[in-house]
C-alpha cells in the first residue's frame, strides 16, 4: 500500500434487495413513486424465488447468505461484470452486517438444547459466523481476492464500503464488491422491542417532530466498486465517484462528536469544504435518540450549512435495514447524483427543533448534485460518512 | 496514500499457559501448554480437554460483561500499560479500536435464548458481536475509529491488517488491534459434529493427527506510527510491513485442498511489505492439526517460498493455547514476535511423524534457538477467509 499512487474510485453496479425491491430500477422507482415503509419477511422471500436460482452446491446457505448471493448478482448484472469463472483474484469481497448470524446461531442453540451437544445440526453450525454469508457468495462468484467482514452494527455497511474503497485507492485490487445484508428474526426484534426502539404505529418519521421510533425491516443491497481506469477501460456506466470516508469513535460518550468527526476526516480527505456539499442522504430512522445525534453531529461539522443542504431519509421508505442502511444510502445517493433527481423523505410532516435538517419532503425533485454526503451512526460506538461526487459525463 | 510505518508497542495476552506477555514468552520457549479439562460448562463429549482460562468471577453486581469482553478487556489493559500509555490520557483518547471475534458474545447470547433463565432481554445490550469493541473503546475513552471484525479464525489477523491501514492512510496515529473468543457450549458442539476435534491431541503436521482441539483467550496490541513511537520513546516489539487477505472461493468449511486462497494472502502480505519471500526467517502458521488444513496449508507454503522451504522453519502454537478461533491471529503473531525478540521459535508441541504432505521444517520438540528477523503469521478460517501478517525485528 505505502508510497502507491492514490486510485479513483467508482460505483458502476447496485444491487438492492428489500421487501419493495429486488433491483437498481425498483428501488429507484420506489422512491420515486414514494410509496414504501417496511415490508413484511415474506415479502423478500418472495423476489428472492423470483431471482434467478441459487447454485445447487449452496442449498445449505441460510436466508442471510441467499440474501447476499442475491444482492451481490444484482449488482454485478447491473454493472455488467461477470468475475471469472475460475477464480478472479483481482475482485475482493467486504460484507456488512448489524447482527449477523445470529439467528443460525439461535437456531443450532435450540438444537443442542433439545437433543443434545452430540445431535447439533452442522449444516446449521457452518452457518454461525457472520463471515459465511461472504464466503458463499465469493465461492459462487469465484470471487478470490481481499476479503473482509465487519459486524459493526448500523454503520456495518460503510464500513464495508471504507475497506473497498481503501483497497482499490491504493492499488491492491481493481475491483470491490461491497454487500450489506440482516434478516429479521423473532430474539433481536424483541431486544429491540424491550429497548422500545420500534415505533407502535410502525410508521418511520424520520427527522419528525412526532416520530416515535423505528421500524425493523430486512434486506440487503450490494455495491460494485471499480477503479475509475478499469471502469472506463471496459465500457462501464459509472453512478458516481467515492471521494472519502471518515470513520470515527466516541469512547463511550457523546455519538454525534463521533459523527462530526467522521464527516470532518470525510470533507478533509475529498478536499472539500462543508458548503460544498449539495445533498445529504441522511441515516435518521425515525428513532427520537440517533436522529437527533445525527443532527448534532451534522451540525457541529457543516456549522450553518447543516440546516440548508437538502437531506432526504431513505429508511422512511425502506425502514431501518440495520447494517444496510449505509449501503442502500450510499446507493441511492449514487443514483441521485447520476440522474439528477433528487428522492423525498416519507411520512414527513412536522419539523422538529432538534433536527433542524432542510428536510426534502413529499415528491422527488430535481437538484442536479455534485456532491453527497452519506452518514451512518448507531449503537456500536462507531460513525462513519462517506462523501461521493457526480462523475464527468 | 500515506507512507507510515506502524510498529507495535505494546502487547497484552490472555491465554490457557500464561496471563500476561512475559509468562506468555516464556511458556512458549519452556514448551508449556495450557490443554487441560475443561470445567467451563459440560461439553457433552467423551473428549473434553481445551485452553480454558482461569478468569476471576465478576464482582457481585456489577453490570453484566460477556466473558469474551472480559477476555479483551484484560489484555487491553495489558497492552495499554506495556505500551507505557496513560488511560484516559491524550493519545488514548485519540486511538481507535479494532477487535475481531469469531464467536462473539456467545455466552451471552446463550442465556439471552435460554427460556429457562428470565434475565435475556437484559442481555440484548451484550450480544452484539460490536460489544467487544465498544467495551473497550469506552474503558480507555477512545475516540478513534472503532471497528468490529467477524471473519471466525481469521479475525484478529484481519483485524490487525484494518488497523494497520488506518495507521498508514494517517486516519489515527494509535490503534489497539487483536480480538477475543471465548469457549462456549455451541463451538465445542460445533466443531464436534463436524469432527474437526481430535479424541486425543492436537498433532499439527504429524500424520497421526486427527483434529484440533479448542482455547480462548484474548490478545490486544497498541499499533503505532512509528515517529510517533519514537519521539515518546516507546518499546518497539517490531514493525509491522505488509498483509493480505484473500478468498479460497471453494467451501464453508473446507480449506481449499491447495491451499489457494492462503497463496494469494500470502503473495499479498509480500508484496504489501515490499518483502521479497527469501527474506523471510520463520512462518508461524495455522497448524490447526485437522485433516485438510495442515497439508493443504503446507502445498500453499510450497508454492509461494519454493527452494527458500528449506531455509524456513514452521510452527503452530495450538498444542500450547488451543485453537483460540477469532483471537488466534493476534495470539500467535503476538507469541511469535515476543519469541522474535527472545531469538528463538516456539516449539509444536506432540508434532513427532511428519506427514510427507506436511514437509517442512516443522519446529518440534524443543524451542530452537536462532535468530529470527522477519516473519510471517498465517492464518485461515471458514468461509474460505486467508490473511498473512509480515513484521520485522526492530
Not at chain 1, 422512491?31 to 431471482?51: I, K, N, V, W, Y
Not at chain 1, 454503520?155 to 481503501?166: I, P, R, V, Y
Not at chain 1, 437531506?311 to 425502506?318: E, I, V, W
Not at chain 2, 511458556?27 to 485452553?51: M, N, Q, V, W, Y
Request: aromatic share 4%; proline share 6%.
Amino acid at each position: 500500500m505505502s508510497g502507491m499512487a492514490e486510485r479513483q474510485v467508482v460505483i458502476t453496479g447496485i444491487g438492492p434487495l428489500s421487501p419493495h425491491a429486488a433491483s437498481r430500477t425498483e428501488l429507484w422507482r420506489l422512491f420515486h413513486e414514494h410509496a414504501g415503509g417496511p415490508g413484511s419477511a415474506s415479502a423478500t422471500a418472495r423476489h428472492l424465488e423470483q431471482l434467478p436460482a441459487t447454485a445447487g452446491r449452496f442449498r445449505q446457505m441460510d436466508s442471510l447468505g441467499r440474501f447476499v448471493l442475491a444482492a451481490v448478482a444484482l449488482a454485478l448484472e447491473d454493472a455488467r461484470l461477470e468475475p471469472d469463472a475460475r477464480g478472479d483474484e483481482s475482485i475482493g469481497i467486504a460484507f456488512g452486517t448489524g447482527y449477523g448470524c445470529l439467528a443460525a446461531n439461535a437456531e443450532y442453540l435450540d438444537g443442542i438444547r433439545e437433543r443434545g451437544a452430540r445431535f447439533g445440526n452442522p449444516v446449521v453450525f457452518q452457518n454461525t459466523v457472520p463471515n459465511a454469508a461472504a464466503g458463499y457468495a465469493s465461492a459462487a462468484r469465484g470471487v478470490r481476492g481481499p476479503t473482509a467482514t465487519f459486524s459493526s452494527g448500523w454503520t456495518a455497511g460503510l464500513e464495508a464500503l471504507d475497506f473497498a474503497f481503501l483497497q482499490i485507492a491504493s492499488g491492491r485490487v481493481p475491483t470491490m464488491i461491497v454487500v450489506s445484508a440482516d434478516q429479521l428474526f423473532p430474539q433481536l426484534v424483541d431486544g429491540f422491542e424491550a429497548h422500545r426502539q420500534l415505533s407502535p404505529t410502525g410508521i418511520p418519521r424520520p427527522l419528525d417532530r412526532r416520530r416515535d421510533g423505528t421500524a425493523l425491516s430486512e434486506g440487503a443491497c450490494a455495491l460494485i466498486l471499480e477503479s475509475a481506469v478499469t471502469a472506463r477501460d471496459r465500457g462501464a456506466r459509472a453512478y458516481a465517484q467515492v471521494l472519502s470516508v471518515g470513520h470515527a469513535g466516541d469512547g463511550g460518550g457523546d455519538p454525534a462528536q463521533a459523527l462530526a468527526a467522521a464527516v470532518e476526516e470525510a470533507l478533509g480527505s475529498a478536499g472539500i469544504g462543508a458548503s460544498d456539499l449539495e445533498a445529504v442522504f441522511s441515516c435518521a430512522s425515525g428513532s427520537r435518540e440517533t436522529d437527533r445525534w445525527e443532527s448534532l453531529g451534522l451540525a457541529a461539522a457543516l456549522g450553518a450549512h447543516a440546516t440548508q443542504v437538502p437531506a432526504t431519509c431513505p429508511k422512511s421508505l425502506l425502514g431501518e435495514t440495520l447494517g444496510s442502511g449505509g449501503t442502500f444510502a450510499a446507493g441511492l445517493a449514487a443514483l441521485s447524483l447520476d440522474s439528477g433527481w433528487f428522492p423525498p423523505t416519507a411520512h414527513y410532516g412536522e419539523a422538529d427543533p432538534d433536527c433542524r435538517q432542510n428536510v426534502q419532503a413529499t415528491r422527488a425533485r430535481r437538484l442536479d448534485p455534485q456532491l453527497a454526503l452519506v452518514p451512518a451512526l448507531g449503537e456500536s460506538g462507531s460513525a462513519l460518512a462517506a462523501v461521493l461526487r457526480r462523475c464527468a459525463s | 496514500m500515506s507512507t507510515a510505518r506502524v510498529v507495535v508497542t505494546g502487547i497484552g495476552v490472555v491465554t490457557a499457559n500464561a496471563g500476561s506477555a512475559s509468562a506468555y514468552a516464556e511458556a512458549l520457549r519452556a514448551g508449556h501448554s495450557g490443554i487441560r479439562d475443561l470445567t467451563l460448562f459440560e461439553p457433552g463429549f467423551p473428549f473434553r480437554k481445551a485452553g480454558q482460562v482461569d478468569l476471576p468471577e465478576p464482582a457481585a453486581g456489577a453490570p453484566h460483561v460477556d466473558r469474551v469482553s472480559r477476555l479483551a478487556l484484560m489484555a487491553a489493559e495489558q497492552a495499554v500499560a506495556d505500551a507505557g500509555l496513560e488511560p484516559g490520557g491524550p493519545i488514548l483518547a485519540r486511538a481507535g479500536v479494532c477487535a475481531g471475534t469469531s464467536r462473539g458474545p456467545a455466552a451471552s447470547l446463550e442465556r439471552l435464548l435460554d427460556p429457562a433463565l428470565a434475565s435475556g432481554r437484559g442481555l440484548m445490550r451484550e450480544v452484539p458481536f460490536y460489544s467487544i469493541a465498544r467495551n473497550v473503546a469506552r474503558r480507555f475513552g477512545m475516540s478513534g475509529p472503532s471497528s468490529t471484525v467477524t471473519m471466525a479464525c481469521v479475525s484478529s489477523s484481519l483485524a490487525l491488517g484494518h488497523a494497520m491501514d488506518a495507521i498508514r492512510r494517517g486516519r489515527v496515529t494509535v490503534m489497539l488491534a487483536g480480538g477475543a473468543d471465548g469457549l462456549t457450549s455451541l463451538s465445542f458442539s460445533g466443531f464436534s459434529v463436524l469432527r474437526a476435534m481430535t479424541r486425543d491431541t492436537c498433532r499439527p503436521f504429524d500424520r497421526r493427527r486427527d483434529g484440533m482441539v479448542l482455547g480462548e483467550g484474548a490478545g490486544l496490541m497498541v499499533l503505532e506510527e512509528l515517529e510517533h513511537a519514537r519521539a515518546r520513546g516507546a518499546h518497539v516489539y517490531a514493525e509491522l510491513l505488509g498483509w493480505g487477505s484473500a478468498g479460497d472461493a471453494h467451501h464453508a468449511t473446507s480449506p481449499h485442498p491447495e491451499g489457494r486462497g492462503l497463496a494469494a494472502a500470502l503473495n499479498a502480505a509480500l508484496r504489501d511489505a515490499r518483502t521479497a519471500p527469501e527474506q523471510i526467517d520463520h512462518a508461524n502458521l495455522h497448524g490447526t492439526g485437522t485433516p485438510a488444513n495442515d497439508p493443504a496449508e503446507c502445498h500453499a507454503i510450497r508454492q509461494v517460498f519454493g527452494d527458500h522451504c528449506a531455509r524456513l522453519p514452521v510452527n503452530s502454537l495450538k498444542p500450547m493455547i488451543g485453537h483460540t478461533l477469532g483471537a488466534a491471529g493476534v495470539l500467535e503473531l503476538a507469541g511469535s514476535l515476543l519469541a522474535m525478540q527472545g531469538g528463538f521459535i516456539p516449539p509444536t508441541l506432540n508434532s513427532q511423524e511428519r506427514d510427507p504432505r506436511c514437509d517442512l521444517d516443522v519446529v518440534t520438540g524443543a524451542a530452537r534457538e536462532v535468530p529470527v528477523r522477519t516473519l510471517v503469521s498465517t492464518k485461515s478460517a471458514f468461509g474460505g477467509a486467508n490473511v498473512a501478517i509480515v513484521a520485522r525485528r526492530p
